[in-house]
């Protein structure tokens, strides 16, 4: 049996904080409570040392989302937080243009 991949507060506990309080404000409430149990899938190989996006499901690499796909475009105080969600749910979390992430745990 595959192990799980680990929740995203378990490894980035301040951007989950971040993530939930940002789309509360901007009334994102249903994505908002989806926060905590995102899990991180994959962090993105485009190599862009501005990037630090990363999946929160399973995805066939290279296709487009389809339909029920939207972008939600959050105002950090620092960088872009621009999230993919489909059918209201959080596929991927785009990170550009920030500190570097400090992870709380290694994935």
Do not use: K, W
Not at 31 to 39: C, I, K, S, T
Not at 87 to 107: C, N
Request: proline share 10%; glycine share 6%.
């Amino acid at each position: 049996m595959d192990e799980e991949p680990p929740l995203v507060r378990e490894v980035y506990p301040d951007l989950v904080a971040e993530l939930a309080r940002l789309l509360a404000e901007a009334g994102e409430r249903t994505l908002a409570r989806e926060v905590p149990d995102l899990r991180l899938f994959a962090s993105c190989e485009c190599g862009d040392d501005f990037c630090q996006s990363f999946r929160t499901s399973a995805h066939p690499p290279g296709t487009p989302y389809g339909p029920g796909h939207r972008n939600v475009v959050l105002a950090p105080a620092e960088g872009e937080l621009i999230l993919d969600v489909v059918y209201e749910r959080i596929v991927y979390v785009e990170v550009l243009d920030r500190a570097p992430l400090v992870p709380e745990t290694t994935i």
